[in-house]
């Protein structure tokens, strides 16, 4: 055998080595770089999907609602309102100064007689100059007007009420962003169970297709699976869709844009609301908030006047009724005077021929007046009387408001304290139905791992266990629902009442 290599053969294998290599270089960089892309990829999705806490999502809340900033605009308003009245009552300055050139100096005919000239005949009359200048300042000063007195105190109250509507909007916005981020996670446990329950579908129509195949099992059991996980397929998306309209509305109350995207801290199902501490680090915020305010067992009657000092609509509603009191104050003194003093100063000038400003002192003239008027309505059709029966009839209206909506507040505390004392009783039979679940599913890997079981009954078990989480993840949602509902009904809205004082 003729082992010898010739030189052409050696040549052309060392070429293909050399392309060989060119090519696993080649494609090795193609692989790197898709990893890098890959890598970088994620590193993007995770810088953009930012963590949120409950509490973070507050505080923003508080920063951006467009109804807060809406209020905060109202009170500066308010404030500018104080200042208008103030202005009713302080001296007011007034000056003007004017030139005047006759082209042609106005002519008059007066009598002749008055100048020894013949009866009948007229005398023409030149009055004024070529060049006139006036100016003067006035001084005017309200020593009496009732209505601008009592406005002084009604802008006051004014502003208090806005402040106190800004209170109730807060309450109000912190509220909404509790129940829109419990929304999301509650949306997220749906979304679990029914992702849970397609894996299921698909490993029981693999285990299906293969018995097929064995012959062990008819097609139709296929047939029907398939059936089955196409039903699913649209739930699964409307529960994945649900979970992205829940961030949305988060975002609106948070008052942001719709397409923030945040990665949203809390598990409903690692939330224990019966303990006085979260269990878990991903629920400290939840819990933190859910105990700023203590849960009542029992219903006082001083919860009455509770709500009337803590609620920010009650409250506005009590300085709306002040202020009423003030209108109609500011009614009454409608049928009394008003005085005021002024004083005034002019000075008048005239010249003939060019414009000089600074002419003769015996061409000008200067006078001043100082006067008070009164001024008082007799009569004016019952106009002032109609004025303060309509300003009456107002203040029954906000008293009556104010009755049915502490009746509300009252009705809207009871509802929440009794749903979360049902949770609590409901509470512990639920988290025990958990508790077995997970027991079910521990069992059913223990017995596919010793042979005894399939995975189908792993995944079962497991789809048991997601329900039982969905339970209790439904019981924590519905309790921390109730107890922003509740504290919201109280008037004890956390990071309000520390905001307001």
């Given at each position: 055998?003729?082992?010898?290599?010739?030189?052409?053969?050696?040549?052309?294998?060392?070429?293909?080595?050399?392309?060989?290599?060119?090519?696993?270089?080649?494609?090795?960089?193609?692989?790197?770089?898709?990893?890098?892309?890959?890598?970088?990829?994620?590193?993007?999705?995770?810088?953009?999907?930012?963590?949120?806490?409950?509490?973070?999502?507050?505080?923003?809340?508080?920063?951006?609602a467009?109804?807060?900033?809406?209020?905060?605009?109202?009170?500066?308003d308010?404030?500018q309102?104080?200042?208008?009245?103030?202005?009713?009552?302080?001296?007011?300055?007034?000056?003007?100064?004017?030139?005047?050139?006759?082209?042609?100096?106005?002519?008059?005919?007066?009598?002749?007689?008055?100048?020894?000239?013949?009866?009948?005949?007229?005398?023409?009359?030149?009055?004024?100059?070529?060049?006139?200048?006036?100016?003067?300042?006035?001084?005017?000063?309200?020593?009496?007007?009732?209505?601008?007195?009592?406005?002084i105190?009604?802008?006051?109250?004014?502003?208090?009420?806005?402040?106190?509507?800004?209170?109730?909007t807060?309450?109000?916005?912190?509220?909404?962003?509790?129940?829109?981020?419990?929304?999301?996670?509650?949306?997220?446990?749906?979304?679990?169970v029914?992702?849970?329950?397609?894996?299921?579908?698909?490993?029981?129509?693999?285990?299906?297709?293969?018995?097929v195949?064995?012959?062990?099992v008819?097609?139709?059991?296929?047939?029907?699976?398939?059936?089955?996980?196409?039903?699913?397929?649209?739930?699964?998306?409307?529960?994945?869709?649900?979970?992205?309209?829940?961030?949305?509305?988060?975002?609106?109350?948070?008052?942001?844009?719709?397409?923030?995207n945040?990665?949203?801290?809390?598990?409903?199902?690692?939330?224990?609301?019966?303990?006085?501490?979260?269990?878990?680090?991903?629920?400290?915020?939840?819990?933190?908030?859910?105990?700023?305010?203590?849960?009542?067992?029992?219903?006082?009657?001083?919860?009455?006047?509770?709500?009337?000092?803590?609620?920010?609509?009650?409250?506005?509603?009590?300085?709306?009724?002040?202020?009423?009191?003030?209108?109609?104050?500011?009614?009454?003194?409608?049928?009394?005077?008003?005085?005021?003093?002024?004083?005034?100063?002019?000075?008048?000038?005239?010249?003939?021929?060019?414009?000089?400003?600074?002419?003769?002192?015996?061409?000008?003239?200067?006078?001043?007046?100082?006067?008070?008027?009164?001024?008082?309505?007799?009569?004016?059709?019952?106009?002032?009387?109609?004025?303060?029966?309509?300003?009456?009839?107002?203040?029954?209206?906000?008293?009556?408001?104010?009755?049915?909506?502490?009746?509300?507040?009252?009705?809207?505390?009871?509802?929440?304290?009794?749903t979360?004392?049902?949770?609590?009783?409901?509470?512990?039979?639920?988290?025990?139905?958990?508790?077995?679940?997970?027991?079910?599913?521990?069992?059913?890997?223990?017995?596919?791992?010793?042979?005894?079981?399939?995975?189908?009954?792993?995944?079962?078990?497991?789809?048991?266990?997601?329900?039982?989480?969905?339970?209790y993840?439904?019981?924590?949602?519905?309790?921390?629902?109730?107890?922003?509902?509740?504290?919201?009904?109280?008037?004890?809205?956390?990071?309000?009442?520390?905001?307001?004082?």
């Open positions: 055998m003729n082992n010898v290599i010739s030189p052409s053969l050696l040549k052309t294998n060392l070429s293909k080595m050399r392309s060989n290599t060119r090519i696993g270089i080649l494609l090795i960089l193609i692989i790197v770089l898709q990893l890098n892309i890959s890598v970088a990829k994620e590193a993007f999705q995770d810088q953009a999907k930012q963590k949120l806490t409950l509490t973070q999502a507050i505080q923003t809340a508080l920063a951006n467009t109804e807060i900033k809406q209020a905060l605009n109202t009170i500066e308010a404030e309102q104080v200042l208008v009245s103030w202005g009713e009552v302080f001296p007011s300055i007034d000056t003007d100064l004017g030139y005047q050139r006759n082209l042609e100096v106005p002519v008059n005919f007066l009598p002749a007689e008055i100048f020894g000239g013949a009866a009948g005949t007229f005398i023409p009359v030149a009055f004024g100059a070529d060049n006139s200048w006036t100016g003067g300042i006035t001084v005017s000063q309200t020593l009496f007007k009732g209505e601008a007195f009592v406005g105190a009604t802008a006051k109250l004014y502003r208090l009420a806005q402040t106190e509507a800004y209170r109730a807060a309450q109000k916005v912190v509220t909404q962003t509790r129940l829109a981020y419990y929304n999301v996670l509650i949306a997220q446990e749906r979304y679990r029914e992702l849970a329950t397609t894996q299921r579908l698909k490993q029981n129509l693999r285990e299906n297709e293969a018995r195949k064995a012959g062990l008819d097609d139709y059991d296929v047939l029907r699976l398939r059936v089955q996980l196409k039903n699913q397929e649209p739930t699964l998306a409307r529960a994945e869709n649900a979970i992205e309209e829940a961030k949305r509305n988060l975002n609106v109350a948070m008052g942001i844009s719709v397409k923030a945040f990665e949203i801290q809390g598990d409903l199902v690692k939330f224990d609301i019966l303990s006085e501490n979260s269990l878990s680090e991903i629920n400290n915020e939840i819990k933190k908030v859910d105990k700023m305010t203590p849960v009542s067992t029992e219903f006082s009657g001083q919860v009455e006047t509770k709500l009337s000092d803590l609620r920010g609509d009650l409250r506005s509603l009590k300085v709306r009724s002040d202020l009423q009191d003030q209108r109609i104050l500011a009614d009454k003194t409608n049928f009394l005077p008003n005085l005021n003093a002024s004083y005034s100063m002019r000075w008048n000038a005239a010249q003939n021929g060019s414009p000089n400003f600074f002419g003769d002192s015996d061409q000008r003239a200067r006078s001043q007046v100082l006067g008070i008027n009164l001024k008082w309505n007799l009569y004016s059709g019952f106009k002032q009387y109609t004025a303060l029966k309509r300003s009456k009839i107002e203040k029954k209206n906000i008293e009556e408001q104010r009755r049915y909506s502490l009746e509300s507040a009252v009705n809207q505390t009871i509802t929440a304290q009794s979360i004392q049902n949770l609590y009783e409901l509470a512990p039979s639920i988290k025990e139905g958990l508790s077995l679940a997970k027991t079910g599913y521990d069992r059913s890997i223990a017995r596919q791992k010793n042979g005894l079981g399939s995975q189908l009954d792993v995944t079962d078990a497991e789809l048991q266990l997601r329900q039982a989480e969905l339970n993840a439904d019981v924590v949602y519905s309790y921390l629902s109730a107890k922003a509902q509740y504290d919201f009904a109280l008037g004890m809205v956390p990071f309000v009442n520390e905001k307001i004082k």
